[in-house]
Nanobody, 120 residues
Framework: QVQLVESGGGLVQAGGSLRLSCVAS????????MGWYRQAPGKQRELVAIITNTGNTNYADSVKGRFTISRDNAKNTMYLQMNSLKPEDTAAYYCNALISVPSIGSQDYWGQGTQVTVSS
């Protein structure tokens, strides 16, 4: 069974930094695109950043220039470096990946989420 596990969330003051990690484990052939999403209380889940298996990236306008997404394919791990954090970045952050699984094909998987809280 494929699992995505996030870590690195926490409480930080405005202007501070955090680094999120997402590790994929289980039995699979390959990981295609990966991405970070976030959901604040009372709001819809939104895309933060995505990265393809070749390293192409795309960011939400609200985080451009502050957040950096990266991945280490050898470790099946994705990262989100978050700098210059703002109170409006407060949300639960979720890892998402499109993974090729034996006998199933490509499927979307989600992590359980990690909370990021930015105080003003």
């Amino acid at each position: 069974q494929v699992q995505l596990v996030e870590s690195g969330g926490g409480l930080v003051q405005a202007g501070g930094s955090l680094r999120l990690s997402c590790v994929a484990s289980g039995r699979f052939f390959s990981i295609n695109r990966m991405g970070w999403y976030r959901q604040a209380p009372g709001k819809q889940r939104e895309l933060v950043a995505i990265i393809t298996n070749t390293g192409n990236t795309n960011y939400a306008d609200s985080v451009k220039g502050r957040f950096t997404i990266s991945r280490d394919n050898a470790k099946n791990t994705m990262y989100l470096q978050m700098n210059s954090l703002k109170p409006e970045d407060t949300a639960a952050y979720y890892c998402n990946a499109l993974i090729s699984v034996p006998s199933i094909g490509s499927q979307d998987y989600w992590g359980q989420g990690t909370q990021v809280t930015v105080s003003s």
